[in-house]
């Protein structure tokens, strides 16, 4: 990952802990950059697994990236869902869920047991 990139998710990660803390559970960074394969013009795929499926407060996360886009020059892309939600694909085993679960990155976690490492 690029330095600005990479400073760019640790400034992310920063606001939503400040933020949000007691709503994240976990966040995963997947795609390119989690599997290396990252260039000048990758975005920083972040998936967001939150305690509750308050539609405001998650647009609220996905927001929030803008300012630190716009302050970086680089491109983040939060998903954000809800545990329930993200349950849901791991038992179906779909495919958005096996590329999290194989290539992803846990950047933070707030349990002690990983939503990812669960199935």
């Keep these: 990952m690029s330095r600005k990139l990479n400073k760019a998710v640790s400034d992310y990660m920063r606001l939503l802990r400040k933020h949000y803390s007691s709503k994240i559970l976990t966040a995963v960074l997947f795609g390119s950059v989690a599997r290396g394969k990252f260039n000048k013009e990758s975005d920083a795929d972040i998936l967001i697994i939150v305690s509750d499926s308050d539609k405001k407060m ?3 996360i996905s927001m929030s990236a803008y300012e630190i886009m716009l302050k970086n020059d680089v491109v983040l892309s939060p998903v954000v869902m809800d545990k329930n939600t993200f349950d849901w694909y791991r038992r179906n085993k779909d495919p ?3 590329n999290v679960r194989k290539d992803g ?4 976690t707030k349990t002690q047991k990983s939503s990812l490492k669960s199935a």
């Design 96 to 98: 958005f869920y096996k």
């Design 58 to 60: 998650k647009d609220e």
């Design 105 to 108: 990155i846990e950047i933070w």
